[in-house]
């Protein structure tokens, strides 16, 4: 384990040499990574330092307004509308790789016209290690990691937490004071919602997603899961009503985990999963079942994208 204050020393000793007397902006994405990240650098650099908050459309249910409460203290918080942009650039594309890459590239993209707007020539992210081994081991690129384009215009990235595993990030969040809310967080991924939709991704898919996740999140918390969500995993025959529907199966996932590189799928109790299966397909006309995903990791990764 990681000493936490010799850490935290040494993270925002680098992270001022890295930037000297220039401007950088942080990915911040209200997750315990980029946000523990952000509050290193802004210890650091103060006001050199512009959070960057891009809501994707991707994101989880009331996540920017979570952001802008959690982060008011940051007078240089930038909050970017960029939904529009990246369902247009994720297309019609289905391939799990193709929509990292692509969601990567579009982030880098708000990152520089913010960073132009603020004159800012570095670019710090919340890159933890098992991000690297999975991108560097082709398990799957990470959005900051595999996923970033050829060609980025910043001076340099910084990433403080390269080397820390997950655990190791939430001691170093609580030694920072920061709110339960975001130091006992449960992982979300950095590509959101477009990683629970298998195939392409669509508002209306987003939407049932979305409400889902919210769901899972909400009836697991007692569980105290590593991580929990729900996936659009495909179309299956249901009734709703007197009618047939051909509508979207949501696989619901939670598992145990320490650091995430393995993970065992937890055993809930059949109230819990009835709740859960009665709100997902109450909650959106077109969700004809739900189903538990009993598989560890591995042979599974823990999201489905």
């Not at 240089?76 to 890459?101: N, Y």
């Not at 939430?170 to 195939?199: H, N, Q």
């Amino acid at each position: 384990m990681v000493n936490v204050d010799e850490f935290i020393a040494d993270a925002k000793a680098e992270i001022a040499d890295e930037i000297g007397d220039k401007n950088a902006v942080i990915a911040l994405s209200g997750g315990v990574d980029s946000s523990t990240a952000a509050a290193l650098a802004y210890e650091a650099i103060g006001d050199q330092l512009t959070p960057v908050y891009v809501d994707t459309g991707l994101m989880r249910k009331g996540e920017t307004d979570q952001i802008r409460e959690t982060f008011s203290y940051m007078d240089s918080l930038r909050i970017v509308d960029a939904q529009d942009r990246f369902l247009d650039a994720l297309g019609d594309e289905t391939d799990p790789e193709e929509k990292r890459h692509i969601i990567g590239e579009q982030f880098i993209r708000e990152f520089e016209t913010v960073a132009k707007d603020v004159d800012a020539d570095y670019l710090v992210q919340g890159t933890i290690y098992p991000d690297r081994i999975e991108s560097e081991g082709t398990i799957k690129s990470h959005h900051n990691v595999g996923g970033l384009p050829e060609v980025v215009d910043f001076e340099g990235i910084v990433e403080p937490m390269r080397d820390l595993y997950k655990d190791e990030v939430r001691e170093v969040a609580r030694a920072l004071d920061l709110e339960e809310i975001i130091s006992e967080r449960m992982p979300f991924p950095g590509p959101g919602l477009a990683v629970r939709i298998i195939g392409e991704v669509t508002e209306e898919k987003l939407e049932v997603a979305r409400e889902a996740n919210h769901v899972v999140e909400e009836e697991l918390e007692e569980y105290e899961p590593w991580q929990a969500l729900a996936a659009v995993i495909g179309k299956a025959t249901g009734v709703k009503g007197d009618n047939r529907v051909h509508g979207w199966v949501v696989a619901v996932r939670s598992v145990e985990s320490r650091d995430g590189m393995t993970a065992r799928a937890q055993e809930l109790d059949w109230d819990t999963l009835q709740r859960i299966q009665s709100r997902i397909t109450g909650a959106h006309e077109n969700v004809a079942r739900v189903v538990y995903d009993v598989t560890h990791k591995p042979p599974a990764t823990i999201e489905y994208e």
